[in-house]
């Protein structure tokens, strides 16, 4: 192999993936192996196994992971059929309510659903008054259905592409075999949409156990694996570091087993279906249209309610922590005033962290689509890593290795802006790699035959050819970037404190208008960045995935 | 010396060999084309000469100089795209103008070189537009442009006609043929079309398999094919296996080829005889008996199947008109003339024929 720019990038590439990636796992996953006196040993791994808290951990991952998914399988199957194959009014709307769901601040999805349901909530109160009595929402219920609203978008939002891709001439010609409905369903469209489905379900999946805030709000002792994690290791006594890597790394293996159990179970189904005659909708009536628009609009309600909530609550009147009747500007005040570096933080963070992940991630696309080799394949195979590691993993990874010299990075803003950035670049590689295999590679050569170098083609020609896709690529990475909690949940320090970790500490500490005044702003900076994405590649909610 | 010398061209990919020792020498200002079945290396020889990727070994030399040491955007090589290339987030003016940037050529003369070459192509007055939305026509003229417009040393097209509609291909190959007379460059042109070779041709080289089969002007390579390769490739042909019947033929024309494994004729060199005529066969001719099996009318010419002694035949009848037709069982009569039959020998090259 010749020694040119791109073995730089490549050797490049395979130094930050082993620094900020194999480095950090790779000591979690030893890091289990000893204990606190640093000997080798096997405990952690048999307390994991054995001993009761830890196995209810276990399984109530597992239950919330599995219930969450079917939660929003059912719910996003339901939307995202609805919407495609039936004439809805204000669907533009619906949709919009559902990408509100996906890029509401964590945390206050369980919030909101306390404040509606919890032992005090204003609708659990309401029906008491007029004598139904229904149980508070906390405990597993609670989180399931908070996972259910909240993940359902990304069924929703892969199984409407699919469903908008079926050639209706192999539905049509189901017809004419004699196929019924059911059957057509059954054999025609389910086997067609079920690698979507499956890929939404898994996204739902992965979520709901990475995920640790709804748990740790809603749980009231009902704990999984994620919130284990966090408590070993933030323990003010007895923190334990190395059962939390231990636990860290069952995590770490079931998001593996199941994105290579999807893998499996869709790789026969990869469908390129030609588009000559597309689906149209069913215009429905009477009764039929009632329920479907009624589905539709409940869903999108239920998903978008949080955010709605936090709005609704960021003008509520407040003295001190305490909510007062009528209306006011106090929590915006306290932001005003108080919190203006926790927002800072949380912007130069996630711009430094988008800034790094568009130059890096620009690069390492251009390597991975075109200088295919063995070398690039391996890569493209590492990138799936962070894309199945919990975000309170990364933390704890990063924590145990930029601990002390030679990379002495705990308590730094460099240290969250990277667990941010590796988190976040496979998504920018792909996003790079797929709009450059779009573009055919004569386009640069055909530059290269007019007198321009390698370099000046790629910058003359290429560059802007992929630029509104990097550009939008970089919008929703400072979505995802801005929103990030578990990570940092882990890694801040009183200086570096971000938005969504705020909110977390003020909704523990029952400050719920500063909490909710916080969320809308994070909400309104996340709506700004969707906007101009779309803005840049035209309207496509599947990219936000 | 020729204009451009290639000298016994290898390239290996892993584990394959896409060129083996082709040399070849194309004239200035010759139209030079590479034919031949996909994955024959066509494309892998343009590309060598374009210098997008390098050979194993072998020599090339453009005006006497070494084009290997050259990188290729300073090769001055003009190139043309099978699917166009054409940059869509420039103007059809833009496009063109891309290659005079790094030339240096003054703002003033860059409008007059496009201007001209748009004439040329004949897009003047669609300068101004963007190239997303044009046809396939427009948009290969546009690449056609913007490689004339630099003055390249050597013109390479690869297959650039490739997706387009059988029409415009016609079309535009003439025009691509005129355009390059008038220029006077050096072309070299890639396609698998053998009609379309033989068109716009000065020369024809053909490969096969990583190979030169043969190279001269259209009429050699049609009229004198020196492979049976080569034979099949371009136009088709009758194969004769050897049999009693054949070699009676043989001895009555008064041919003989002790190698050959394989004779042939052209359906077009065959003459349907009319069945009730007693013509005497003179000895010029052979004359073969047999059965219509099908026939097949196609406009400007016919096929007519027959069954005969000596297997399978087709011949084929120019200008069929409206009266032509053969019912199939009909009997028929076909005479091949003695200056029709190829002979090929086992390896597949072309016998000489002795008697
Ligand atoms: N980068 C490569 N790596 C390995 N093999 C290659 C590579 N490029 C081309 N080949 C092989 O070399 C052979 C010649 O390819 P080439 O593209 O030159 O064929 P071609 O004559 O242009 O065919 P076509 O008419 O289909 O364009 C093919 O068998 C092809 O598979
Ligand atoms: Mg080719």
């Known amino acids: 192999m010749r020694w040119n720019f791109w073995t730089l990038v490549a050797a490049f590439t395979w130094g930050l993936l082993l620094l900020l990636l194999f480095l950090p796992v790779g000591s979690v996953l030893l890091g289990g192996f000893y204990d606190a006196q640093g000997d080798a040993t096997f405990a952690n791994y048999q307390r994991l196994l054995t001993e009761p808290r830890f196995q209810r951990a276990f399984l109530n991952t597992l239950v919330v992971g599995f219930g969450g998914m079917f939660g929003a399988l059912l719910l996003g199957s339901i939307m995202a059929f609805c919407l495609s194959r039936f004439e809805i009014r204000g669907s533009r709307f619906v949709s919009l309510m559902a990408i509100l769901a996906l890029v509401s601040p964590p945390f206050i999805g369980a919030y909101s659903w306390i404040v509606l349901f919890g032992a005090n909530g204003l609708v659990r109160r309401g029906l008491r008054d007029v004598g139904v009595s229904i149980p508070p929402i906390y405990g597993l219920a609670g989180i399931l259905m908070v996972f259910a609203f909240k993940f359902y978008p990304y069924v929703y939002l892969m199984v409407s592409g699919a469903l908008g891709n079926v050639n209706r001439s192999l539905e049509e010609a189901a017809e004419s075999l004699g196929l019924t409905p059911w059957q057509r369903v059954r054999k025609i469209s389910f086997p067609l949409v079920f690698p979507a489905l499956s890929a939404g379900g898994l996204l739902a999946l992965i979520h709901a156990i990475a995920d640790f805030g709804t748990p740790q709000l809603l749980g009231r002792g009902y704990n999984v694996l994620a919130t284990e994690a966090y408590t070993l290791y933030s323990a003010e006594v007895g923190s334990n570091m190395s059962m939390a890597t231990a636990i860290s790394v069952a995590l770490i293996l079931l998001s593996m087993i199941f994105v290579l159990l999807q893998r499996y179970l869709s790789r026969r189904n990869v469908y390129h279906g030609n588009l000559i005659n597309k689906p149209v909708k069913i215009r429905l009536s009477g009764w039929r249209n009632a329920l479907a628009h009624a589905a539709v609009y409940l869903i999108g309600f239920c998903g978008a309610l949080p955010v709605i909530i936090s709005a609704i609550y960021s003008f509520r009147k407040t003295r001190g922590p305490v909510f007062q009747p009528g209306f006011g500007l106090q929590s915006y005040e306290r932001i005003l005033y108080n919190l203006g570096d926790v927002v800072r933080n949380s912007l130069v963070f996630s711009v430094s962290a988008v800034a790094l992940i568009v130059a890096a991630g620009t690069l390492i696309g251009v390597l991975v689509a075109r200088r295919t080799n063995l070398n690039t394949s391996l890569l493209d195979g590492a990138f799936m890593i962070p894309y199945v590691m919990p975000g309170i993993v990364i933390g704890i990874a990063y924590v145990s290795v930029f601990n002390g010299p030679p990379l002495a990075l705990t308590g730094t803003a460099l240290i969250i802006v990277l667990s941010i950035f590796i988190r976040r670049l496979p998504y920018a590689v792909r996003t790079t790699s797929t709009a450059l295999r779009q573009i055919s590679p004569s386009l640069e050569e055909a530059a290269i035959s007019l007198g321009y170098s390698p370099f000046r083609s790629f910058l003359k020609v290429t560059v802007p050819l992929i630029l509104p896709g990097v550009i939008a690529g970089a919008m929703l990475s400072f979505v995802t970037a801005i929103n990030e909690l578990s990570s940092s949940l882990v890694l801040y320090v009183g200086r570096t404190i971000t938005m969504p970790v705020r909110i977390y500490q003020l909704i523990l500490d029952g400050d719920f208008g500063t909490a909710a005044a916080l969320s809308s702003l994070l909400l309104v900076i996340s709506g700004i960045a969707v906007y101009a994405a779309f803005r840049f590649m035209g309207r496509d909610e599947r990219s936000l995935l | ?355």
């Not at chain 2, 290997?68 to 099978?82: E, N, T």
């Not at chain 2, 065959?270 to 059965?291: D, F, H």
Request: hydrophobic share 45%; charged share 25%; aromatic share 6%.
């Open chain 2, 1 to 355: 010396m020729a204009y451009l010398d290639v000298v016994r061209a290898r390239k290996e990919f892993a584990g394959f060999t896409a060129l083996q020792d082709v040399s070849l020498n194309v004239e200035r200002g010759e139209f030079f084309t590479l034919l031949g079945p996909s994955g024959c290396g066509k494309t892998t020889l343009l590309r060598a000469l374009a210098g997008f990727n390098d050979l194993t070994s072998g020599e090339i030399r453009l005006d006497g100089e070494d084009l290997r040491r050259i990188p290729p955007h300073k090769r001055d090589i003009g190139m043309v795209f099978q699917d166009y290339a054409v940059f869509p987030h420039l103007s059809v003016f833009d496009n063109v103008a891309f290659g005079l940037k790094p030339r240096k050529v003054a703002p003033a003369e860059i409008r007059a070189r496009v201007g001209e070459a748009l004439e040329k192509v004949r897009l003047g007055h669609l300068a101004e537009r963007l190239p997303a939305a044009m046809s396939g026509g427009q948009q290969q003229r546009i690449g056609i442009a913007r490689a004339i417009v630099i003055r390249p040393r050597l013109l390479l097209m690869d297959e650039p006609l490739s997706n387009l509609d059988a029409k415009l291909r016609v079309e535009l190959r003439e025009e691509i043929r005129a355009l390059q007379k008038q220029i006077d460059i050096a072309a070299i042109y890639v396609t698998h079309d053998q009609e379309e070779a033989l068109a716009i041709s000065d020369r024809i080289c053909v490969m096969n398999a990583g190979r030169i089969e043969q190279i001269g002007t259209p009429q050699e390579i049609y009229g004198d094919p020196q492979t049976r390769f080569v034979a099949e490739f371009v136009g088709t042909l009758n194969r004769l296996e050897p049999s009693p019947a054949l070699e009676s033929d043989l001895s009555h024309l008064g041919l003989k080829a002790p190698r050959a494994t394989l004779w042939a004729v052209r359906p077009e060199r065959l003459r349907l005889l009319p069945p009730q005529e007693a013509e005497e066969a003179s000895e010029k001719e052979a004359v073969v008996l047999g059965r219509v099996e099908q026939f097949t009318y196609l406009g400007r010419e016919a096929h007519v199947r027959l069954a005969t002694d000596l297997g399978p035949l087709v011949a084929q009848i120019a200008d069929p008109g409206l009266i032509a037709a053969f019912a199939p069982g009909e009997a028929a009569r076909a005479a091949i003339p003695r200056d029709a039959l190829m002979a090929f020998d086992a390896a597949g090259a072309r016998v000489k024929l002795e008697g």
